[in-house]
């Protein structure tokens, strides 16, 4: 990633350890970090958290 400007910039890298298509998708980041991202389906509306 890196700042439009060019200023700034670092890479990301980690590992997809489970993805379950249009519900849910879990990586980890090389720094130790996991992160977990669901999508849930209401009134015609998708939410992301």
């Known amino acids: ?18 993805i379950k298509e249009n519900e849910y998708i879990e990586y980890n980041l090389e720094d130790g970090r996991n992160v977990q991202i669901t999508f849930e389906v209401a009134d015609h509306k998708v939410f992301v958290t």
Not at 6 to 18: M, P, Q, V
């Open 1 to 18: 990633m890196a700042a439009k400007d060019g200023s700034f910039s670092f890479d990301l890298i980690g590992e997809y350890i489970n």
